[in-house]
């Protein structure tokens, strides 16, 4: 049986990891980036790659160890190094002696016969395209409902009485929807996992402060590279809110769905360099028009587009009047360090919600927190 692995990324590895013993292999399940992944990945990457990549290497090289053959993982769109993370990591790999094959997946209407060739190479177990599109119709179903319960967390975590009872009932839930055998048992463990968040004793009169996070899609999704940015936030007092999520990213990308951002990014950034770059600066227009008190956007070090977010954040900021904080995240980057700077700046968004912004020349003004 051909030993899979795959890009460990948040809440979703056992979806990616049932679908490929499905399909008739042997899925050996990526570890939770850690200290050794990473020091991996650096001693191999070239020094200018930027964290995800040295991250994903060196899960590659950890799952290796543990007997993978194969590893299973999403190309990229438009002028960003992301599309290449699989030639590179692959040529990376050989050229030290390692024997791995690299399948990386594109949207399925960039090349039909390319995704379809993939796709029977996975199949071991020579399922029926009809059963192939039934267990991804079951597993999207998965990775929707891990979503919403998520969503849900971001909610609930500024406003529990308890700080780590959060936490505790959505891994709980997680556990619910990895244990479902169908759509209807999906959906049953959906809606008791929402309700379970939902009745966790919350304070209804604390003040809340909401914060929209952009970024890089890899360093948003994973929490061990962010250092459990959201939960942080969340014990802070922030309601937090994601402007990509796994299975809404996974929708737009396989059919090509027009993302609303890009209209609200056009003023600003008009032609698509690459990356998460107009989405980020679309959702951050988009934050500030809905209220929010203020946008965090994660980046990684040398990644080209989110620098170019990160120029454009102070007209944003002039424009909106929305305070934003910039990480540049890279193997040196501490979580004391981070979680300091986030305590300054929720501090300060608290401090501005209690007191209504001065109006000078008729324009609101923020000041802007970043690297």
């Keep these: 049986?051909?030993?899979?692995?795959?890009?460990?990324?948040?809440?979703?590895?056992?979806?990616?990891?049932?679908?490929?013993?499905?399909?008739?292999?042997?899925?050996?399940?990526?570890?939770?980036?850690?200290?050794?992944?990473?020091?991996?990945?650096?001693?191999?990457?070239?020094?200018?790659?930027?964290?995800?990549?040295?991250?994903?290497?060196?899960?590659?090289?950890?799952?290796?160890?543990?007997g993978a053959e194969v590893v299973v993982t999403s190309g990229g769109n438009g002028p960003c190094r992301a599309g290449h993370y699989g030639e590179v990591a692959q040529k990376i790999l050989d050229s030290n002696g390692y024997k791995i094959e690299i399948l990386v997946f594109d949207s399925v209407f960039r090349n039909p016969f390319q995704f379809i060739r993939k796709l029977n190479y996975l199949n071991k177990a020579k399922l029926s395209y009809w059963s192939i599109a039934q267990l991804i119709r079951f597993y999207w179903r998965k990775l929707q409902a891990l979503d919403k319960l998520e969503r849900c967390t971001h909610k609930v975590r500024p406003r529990a009485l308890n700080k780590g009872i959060t936490t505790k009932v959505f891994k709980q839930g997680i556990e619910w929807i990895q244990q479902s055998r169908n759509l209807g048992e999906i959906e049953e463990a959906e809606q008791q996992g929402l309700l379970a968040l939902k009745n966790i004793p919350q304070d209804p009169d604390r003040m809340i402060i909401r914060i929209g996070i952009v970024g890089e899609i890899y360093v948003l999704l994973e929490p061990a590279v962010n250092h459990?940015?959201?939960?942080?936030?969340?014990?802070?007092?922030?309601?937090?809110?994601?402007?990509?999520?796994?299975?809404?990213?996974?929708?737009?990308?396989?059919?090509?769905?027009?993302?609303?951002?890009?209209?609200?990014?056009?003023?600003?950034?008009?032609?698509?360099?690459?990356?998460?770059?107009?989405?980020g600066i679309g959702h951050t227009i988009m934050y500030a028009q809905n209220g929010?008190?203020?946008?965090?956007?994660?980046?990684?070090?040398?990644?080209?587009?989110?620098?170019?977010?990160k120029t454009i954040a102070p007209r944003i900021t002039k424009d909106y009047g929305i305070p934003?904080?910039?990480?540049?995240?890279?193997?040196?980057?501490?979580?004391?360090?981070?979680?300091?700077?986030?305590?300054?700046?929720?501090?300060?968004?608290?401090?501005?919600?209690?007191?209504?912004?001065?109006?000078?020349?008729?324009?609101?003004?923020?000041?802007?927190?970043?690297?």
């Design 292 to 309: 929010f008190d203020g946008v965090i956007q994660l980046a990684p070090f040398t990644c080209i587009p989110e620098i170019v977010v």
């Design 1 to 66: 049986m051909r030993k899979v692995t795959f890009p460990h990324m948040g809440t979703s590895v056992f979806i990616f990891s049932d679908l490929i013993r499905d399909l008739g292999n042997e899925p050996i399940v990526p570890l939770q980036p850690n200290k050794k992944i990473l020091d991996l990945g650096v001693r191999y990457a070239p020094e200018f790659a930027c964290l995800p990549f040295k991250v994903l290497l060196g899960s590659y090289l950890e799952a290796m160890e543990r």
């Design 324 to 371: 934003i904080l910039t990480f540049f995240l890279d193997e040196q980057t501490g979580r004391a360090g981070m979680q300091t700077r986030l305590e300054a700046f929720t501090d300060m968004l608290k401090r501005k919600k209690r007191q209504p912004l001065k109006v000078v020349g008729g324009e609101k003004y923020a000041r802007v927190f970043g690297n």
């Design 228 to 279: 459990e940015i959201e939960e942080i936030l969340g014990n802070l007092g922030a309601e937090v809110d994601r402007s990509i999520y796994l299975s809404g990213w996974a929708h737009d990308n396989t059919f090509g769905h027009k993302k609303d951002s890009l209209h609200y990014a056009r003023p600003y950034l008009g032609t698509a360099i690459g990356g998460h770059a107009q989405e």
